[in-house]
């Protein structure tokens, strides 16, 4: 996702979007080294984002739009491009004023991208916006078991923590290159905030003091937990457990009656628009304005769910992926969050555990690296540890006052959230068949090669090329985000249309995949001659760019903005995201439009986790479908290179 954003790319591009962008969810990843280091020393150093050539921007965009679009479109398209960059023209001017905006400012992008694809974006941040993260399920099956491993898993996230307090969190480098670290200090103790027309951020992190408890949730009830001493110093496992254990039996049934432990987190699922209205309503009340305030503040939130619906061995991580997401609507877990937090663990009773992180302070890296660390620290052995001897405050239970209003809002929030939970479908399919290597010993990029076979399903299910978003990090940019590599290609669409066809040779269909797996891989490849996503070169940003500022000059939208094919290009009927993890976890995310997929996938070694989505008021899309699809296309390629072995590989 994840750097997730391709759902808010159709907005961006004056397309009608359905939803986020590739946020999606996360991101394409690096394979980069660690080295311990100060963020500050090591951000001042890094370049600033470059704006490319204008004409090479639009060389490039007409070659993106050959796959998707019919010739007489792209002809037009060819026309108004022409028109778009003539000397003296409009996209002259505007590549100026861009220019001089990226000499000005630290990234001529990151302020415009944070709010037009997250702050200004108005469907709910659930399943369109926030991704969920699917851990393997834990070994316990009880309330204790996940008190246990609840206290664990914010022992861990605190150690993680002391690294970001400290500014000695590994600084990551790719190709000798430092890259920007930033993400990783706006993860913790923030929050969105919402508002009528556009949302905002807030870190408290920095503040004075900073912030030294945790939002836990149980039973759709709220409580402030102190995770630091009198001392500053982490609260002891055994000491996170027993105050945990303390929630737990204050709160040990869902609320029934009492007004003031009504679902209010449901809220946080809203069409922001209607969560702006409804945040004011909340708020007018004092009581209820500080307890929403001590969840925003805190460091992180804590959901402790209850019981999941029963399900197949078969779609046990489904389901898991569900909770995660959105929490299968108001009679399971929906509002046993609040999903305005930017970073919520979730652990069940029956040891289904994951995360769900609101998108707009980071893309995933950040999140699956510190979730990386924190499944390490809770396999480690427990050592003993002195019991203190001061006694430990009670948490906190936050209240609120449920008037008339709030109760209509939180009915509505109910009835809206059910409907999505209804619509989506997911699925979480491990395939086990081969990982990364196999790719790897024919000399392909593993990322590359499941794209190719991502385009060879699609094809086969609907005998066409569609637009496809898969995120490109930014990060070798002072505070870089992400931009799009185009996984559809004129190369990946020749090797689809030749793949089932009898009459071609087997070494001609794996010259087209390896051509197919080579332009994929120069779009991204920072080393590549023809490297593009990582780099800065990307075509997608900058459109961006040049359209936000001709609105910032006051200028009429150019026409190139108004094609038809411009707004094809950003319908990303597949948008996917590769977030890599040492966990053999999955992160998952909704489709960006109406009539798309959003697949995530995590290569191990020996096996592939996906995540397939869908929605089902869509006909003509079935998320099972895509995954076997898929699965099918990823056996057959390999085949083709296990029986063309005098293939030039």
């Known amino acids: 996702m994840w750097g997730i954003c391709s759902r808010t790319v159709g907005k961006l591009g004056m397309a009608k979007p359905c939803r986020l962008v590739k946020p999606n969810h996360l991101m394409k990843p690096v394979s980069a080294t660690r080295v311990s280091g100060r963020y ?79 702050l200004e974006y108005r469907l709910p941040v659930v399943v369109h916006s926030s991704p969920g993260l699917v851990l393997p399920r834990m070994n316990f099956s009880d309330k204790q078991g996940q008190i246990s491993f609840a206290a664990k898993l914010i022992a861990g996230v605190l150690d993680f923590k002391t690294m970001i307090d400290n500014e000695t969190l590994p600084v990551e480098f790719l190709g000798g290159k430092s890259l920007c670290m930033s993400q990783y200090y706006e993860v913790l103790s923030s929050c969105r905030i919402p508002g009528l027309k556009r949302d905002s951020v807030v870190n408290h992190a920095k503040g004075s003091p900073p912030p030294r408890h945790i939002t836990v949730v149980h039973n759709f009830q709220f409580f402030a937990l102190d995770v630091y001493g009198g001392d500053g110093v982490p609260l002891t496992v055994e000491q996170l457990r027993v105050q945990l254990e303390r929630i737990c039996s204050s709160s040990s049934s869902p609320p029934q009656s009492a007004d003031d432990v009504e679902p209010v987190g449901i809220l946080t699922t809203q069409h922001r628009d209607s969560w702006g209205k409804a945040y004011l309503n909340l708020v007018k009340d004092k009581t209820n304005r500080e307890s929403v305030s001590i969840i ?27 909770q995660m997401l959105h929490g299968g609507g108001s009679e399971w877990n929906s509002a046993n969050r609040w999903f305005d937090k930017t970073l919520q663990f979730i652990v069940g009773e029956d040891g289904t555990c994951g995360a769900n992180y609101e998108h707009a302070p980071a893309e995933g890296p950040p999140i699956v690296a510190l979730i990386d660390h924190v499944v390490e620290y809770t396999r480690k052995l427990e050592t003993e540890t002195p019991p203190s001897s001061l006694p430990l405050p009670n948490p906190q239970k936050l209240h609120f006052n ?5 109760k209509r809002d939180i009915e509505e929030a109910k009835q809206s959230m059910n409907i999505l939970a209804e619509d989506l479908d997911v699925r979480v399919v ?65 090797f689809v249309k030749a793949f089932d066809d009898a009459g071609r040779q087997n070494t001609e269909k794996v010259d087209l995949m390896e051509r197919a797996v080579h332009a994929h891989r120069s779009y991204t490849n920072m080393f590549s001659a023809s490297s593009q996503a990582i780099s800065g070169q990307a075509i997608d940003r900058h459109l961006l760019g040049l359209k936000m500022q001709a609105v910032d000059e006051q200028l009429s939208t150019p026409r190139i903005f108004r094609d038809a094919a411009y707004a094809k290009a950003l319908h990303y ?47 003509e899309t079935d998320a099972a479908r895509l995954a076997r699809t898929l699965e099918e296309s990823l056996l057959d390629m390999r085949t083709l290179l296990d029986q063309t072995p005098r293939a030039k590989l």
């Open 296 to 322: 925003q503040r805190s460091i992180f939130a804590l959901c402790l769910d209850g019981a999941m619906p029963r399900v197949s061995d078969e779609m046990i991580r489904s389901s898991a992926a569900v």
């Open 40 to 118: 500050l020393s090591h951000q001042q150093g890094l370049p600033h984002l470059p704006v490319p050539p204008l004409q090479q921007t639009c060389e490039r965009y007409v070659a993106a739009l050959e796959p998707i679009v019919e010739e007489e479109e792209l002809q037009r398209t060819r026309e108004l491009m022409q028109d778009f960059q003539r000397a003296g023209g409009v996209g002259e001017r505007l590549q100026r004023g861009l220019e001089k905006r990226a000499r000005r400012t630290e990234n001529w992008l990151s302020e415009w991208w944070v709010q037009l694809a997250y």
């Open 402 to 406: 449920i008037t008339p209003e709030v």
């Open 573 to 619: 009927q597949l948008s996917t995201s590769q977030v890599p993890s040492q966990t053999d976890c999955v992160m998952c995310f909704g489709p960006v439009v109406p009539d798309g997929y959003g697949v995530c996938y995590n290569p191990m070694s020996d096996h592939i986790n996906f995540s397939v989505s869908a929605f089902n008021a869509c006909e």
């Open 430 to 494: 491990v395939f086990g068949h081969f990982g990364k290597s196999v790719p790897k010993s024919h000399k392909m990029s593993p990322d590359a090669f499941i794209q190719m076979a991502l385009q060879l399903a699609y094809y086969r299910m609907y005998q066409r090329c569609c637009a496809t978003y898969e995120s490109a990090s930014l990060r070798m940019f002072r505070l870089g985000r992400t931009d799009t590599i185009r996984s559809a290609s004129a190369a990946s669409a020749a």
